[in-house]
């Protein structure tokens, strides 16, 4: 009994329960439950707007989840939220946290959620041999589909994205210690800046990490300092997520294309990242070079790992011609963790080092 009680920590101080996970390298660290957020929930709080009263009231959770010692530089959470925060025909929402804050989207974690989400119990009759899975997003609905043997969930995870469109291409944009460079803006939940790591003098499949990070940080923060982003539904949701770096490999092709997604606070994705994915196939769409239902390959320069997508069908959204994304990829179970808290820990809540 002794072995399995907790360890001395504040009576009240958090005590966190979280599922492991990670996607295509990626990790996922579940939160089961915040109770905080499903009171605010309950409140009639929109996503969108539970993310903020989150971040202003509870950003201590995210810090002690995501930030040393408990967590690093690199890591990714998700925060699962029930009851009426996942009204109108979804089966769970969620926060996703990362080092320097909250995301709007993210396809690596809704893959993982998906698995989650039929193992452990949201979705009260799974059908055989693919179940479908509706999750709200801060940035809207996202459907995702589980194959499901009638005991357990299993691989590949597909979902079907929010619209996703070319916010601008071909944008000239004054890169600090790189000069003129030519991106594009592409939404997809998120949106992001795309470029050819060769523009900056480098390649994404060779060249060291930390320069292609640095690199990517730069054009980051030019694109913010250069273009005004604008998103049909919300301002809240009109922020530049990251840039990513590519091979330069736009046109279809059967052969994978590799790229680098920086986001946040110099974070690195280890996967394909799914929302980058998700806006990249909107720009080839967009720019004619495929079509839809074209399978295209993407792979992290990180770890190698693949995700697929294709654009589904054509949609308008807003004033922008947008397109419905499939991303499909493989999330794992790595174990399942409770962390506690001692009031008297001067870290108790996280310290970031890089």
């Known amino acids: 009994g002794a072995a399995l009680s907790l360890p001395p920590h ?50 201590h959770v995210r810090r002690a989840l995501v930030h040393e010692p408990r967590g690093h530089a690199g890591m990714y959470g998700a925060v699962v939220v029930r009851g009426a925060a996942a009204a109108e025909g979804a089966h769970l929402a969620a926060l996703f946290l990362h080092g320097a804050g909250y995301s709007a989207m993210c396809g690596h974690a809704v ?27 801060p940035c809207g609905p996202v ?52 470029l050819s790591a060769e523009q900056l003098g480098l390649d994404v499949c060779s060249s060291k990490t930390r320069d292609l990070v640095r690199a990517a940080t730069a054009v980051t923060e030019a694109v913010k300092k250069q273009f005004k982003l604008h998103h049909p539904e919300s301002e809240d949701l009109a922020f530049l997520y990251g840039t990513i770096l590519t091979d330069g490999k736009d046109a279809f092709s059967e052969e994978p294309t590799t790229n680098i997604c920086v986001f946040a606070d110099e974070q690195v994705d280890r996967s394909p990242t799914g929302s980058g994915v998700t806006a990249r196939i909107a720009l080839q769409y967009h720019k004619g070079l495929i079509q839809l239902n074209q399978t295209r390959t993407f792979r992290s320069s990180t770890t190698g790992s693949l995700f697929t997508g294709k654009a589904l069908k054509a949609t308008k959204f807003g004033a922008y011609d947008a397109v419905v994304v499939e991303v499909s990829g493989e999330a794992f179970y790595t174990g399942t963790a409770t962390f506690t808290v001692e009031e008297e820990d001067p870290l108790k809540y996280g310290f970031l080092f890089k």
């Open 10 to 59: 504040s009576p009240c101080g958090p005590v966190l329960q979280t599922v492991e996970m990670h996607t295509g390298g990626e990790p996922l660290r579940i939160l089961l439950r915040l109770a905080a957020a499903e009171r605010a929930a309950a409140d009639g709080l929109s996503l969108l707007s539970l993310r903020r009263e989150v971040a202003a009231a509870q950003d």
């Open 143 to 194: 459907t995702a589909f589980v194959p499901w043997d009638g005991q357990r969930s299993g691989n590949p995870v597909r979902f079907h994205s929010v619209p996703a469109f070319a916010a601008a291409t071909d944008l000239a944009i004054d890169v600090p210690g790189h000069g003129k460079v030519v991106v594009d803006i592409g939404y997809g939940g998120t949106f992001y800046a795309f």
């Open 111 to 137: 893959l993982a959620l998906a698995r989650f989400a039929l193992d452990y119990g949201l979705v009260p009759e799974p059908a055989r041999p693919e179940s479908t899975v509706h999750l709200r997003c």
